[in-house]
């Protein structure tokens, strides 16, 4: 299986774990980095285990989200390509955010 990690997806991850780093300290970033990693792990090795997302855009078809463990409000959106075998995590985000909006903002989420 492979990994295609977006560009947005990897600055989302790092500024989260910035942020935490600066408000709470070394051991939560520490904290985020790791259940990342162990989420990508999960999709990786079960592409499916996410919940297919509904968005109204077509674009955003196929798109699933999973939770990151430990910290519940934030969801990893990936498209898995069965034919390329390939996971593309295509955003990390805060359920707080305005998805859909941000989603229709990226150049290209296939």
């Known amino acids: 299986m492979k990994l295609r990690v977006y560009e947005t997806a990897a600055l ?16 939560l970033a520490l904290r985020w980095t790791t259940a990342i990693d162990e989420a990508i792990r999960s999709i990786l090795k079960w592409p499916d285990i996410g919940a297919p ?3 109204r855009s077509s674009l955003l078809a196929g798109l699933r989200r999973i939770t990151v463990p430990g910290f519940p ?13 390939t996971v593309f995590v295509i955003q990390v985000l805060h359920g707080a955010q305005d998805i859909e909006s941000i989603f229709g903002d990226e150049e290209d989420t296939t």
Do not use: N
Request: aromatic residues 18%; charged residues 35%.
């Open 73 to 85: 409000k934030h969801a990893i959106f990936y498209r898995y390509v069965q034919a390329e075998e």
């Open 53 to 55: 997302c509904r968005f």
């Open 12 to 27: 989302s991850i790092v500024e989260q774990a910035d942020y935490y780093q600066e408000k709470a300290g070394e051991e």
